[in-house]
């Protein structure tokens, strides 16, 4: 199977405020040599903690970091970032916070509605609306409320619902359920699984949180220090982590509970 996403020796720097001899300005440098494959259907976590680098990982790759070196491809084409508006549609990216990512005077309709005619297809608007609606779970009376109106779970699946209007190959998930309660989080997860499998659509999803890796996705990258320090199997790298960073994670949350493959199964609500 080829990829749909590849990244060779990938490198990613922030402006610098340091003062030098030079003056005020430069370069910071955030990623390190960074290598992975995504392929149609899988979906590969990125886990680290806070300054890892895995978020400045999935904002490199859609172009919102102000300088990146290495190699990006799409479907075996090499694309730069800093230029790739005809790729926005092929990978979306979903952010932490949904509140800040959706206008608090559109309602739930106004905010799909211009996806949809933004991007058509060959199905009308309404049935385009209903489908994303049943595709994300989402109440059919949500579409005349305002982001302020809808629980944390709801916002989220309004972004995915967003996301999925304009029929991605890629959906980079950044930290997506981390401000969400354990039991909202099972069913968000659940729902990126199941689009994920029936649409074939390739999942990018960072968090710092080891409980909902083992159980949701196939691949794993551990990042440290804007490096990728250990890479594989899920259960794999859980059951045989080699990397001294890798053990450390695992061992330090020993008694917490984690999402549980029937968890996964549960019947999904709206929160």
């Given at each position: 199977?080829?990829?749909?996403?590849?990244?060779k020796?990938?490198s990613?720097?922030?402006p610098?405020?340091a003062t030098?001899?030079?003056?005020?300005?430069g370069w910071?440098?955030?990623l390190?040599?960074?290598n992975?494959?995504?392929?149609?259907g899988?979906?590969?976590?990125?886990?680290g903690?806070?300054?890892s680098?895995?978020?400045?990982?999935?904002k490199?790759?859609?172009?919102l970091?102000p300088?990146?070196?290495g190699?990006?491809?799409?479907?075996?084409?090499?694309y730069?970032?800093?230029v790739?508006?005809?790729?926005?549609?092929k990978?979306?990216i979903i952010?932490?916070d949904?509140?800040?990512?959706?206008n608090?005077?559109?309602t739930v309709?106004?905010?799909?509605?211009?996806?949809?005619e933004f991007y058509?297809?060959e199905?009308?608007?309404?049935?385009?609306?209903s489908?994303?609606?049943d595709?994300?779970e989402?109440?059919k009376d949500?579409?005349s409320?305002?982001?302020?109106e809808l629980s944390?779970?709801?916002?989220?699946?309004?972004?995915?619902?967003?996301?999925l209007a304009?029929e991605p190959?890629?959906?980079?998930c950044?930290e997506i359920?981390?401000a969400?309660d354990?039991?909202?989080?099972?069913?968000?997860l659940?729902?990126?699984k199941d689009?994920s499998?029936?649409?074939?659509i390739?999942?990018l999803?960072?968090?710092?949180d080891?409980?909902?890796v083992?159980?949701?996705a196939?691949n794993v990258?551990i990042?440290t220090?804007?490096?990728i320090?250990e890479?594989?199997?899920?259960?794999?790298v859980?059951?045989y982590p080699?990397?001294?960073?890798?053990?450390?994670?695992?061992?330090?949350?020993p008694?917490k509970?984690?999402?549980t493959?029937?968890e996964?199964?549960?019947?999904?609500?709206?929160?």
């Open positions: 199977m080829s990829s749909v996403l590849s990244l020796n990938v990613a720097y922030y610098s405020s030098t001899l030079f003056g005020t300005g910071t440098q955030i390190f040599e960074i992975f494959d995504l392929n149609p899988e979906i590969l976590s990125v886990v903690e806070s300054g680098g895995k978020s400045t990982l999935g490199s790759i859609i172009g970091i300088k990146v070196g190699s990006f491809e799409f479907n075996s084409e090499e730069q970032p800093s790739m508006n005809h790729l926005r549609k990978i979306q952010f932490q949904p509140y800040s990512s959706l608090p005077r559109m309709s106004e905010t799909l509605n211009e996806v949809v058509p297809n199905l009308n608007p309404d049935k385009r609306l489908s994303l609606l595709q994300t989402l109440p949500s579409v409320k305002y982001p302020h944390g779970g709801q916002r989220q699946r309004v972004c995915i619902a967003r996301s304009v190959d890629v959906l980079i950044d359920v981390s969400l354990v039991s909202v989080q099972a069913k968000i659940n729902l990126i689009l499998n029936e649409k074939s390739a999942v999803f960072t968090t710092h080891l409980h909902v083992e159980s949701f196939n990258l990042m220090k804007g490096r320090v890479s594989g199997n899920v259960k794999q859980f059951k080699e990397h001294d960073y890798t053990q450390m994670l695992i061992h330090s949350v008694n509970k984690r999402l493959a029937d996964f199964l549960m019947p999904s609500s709206s929160s």
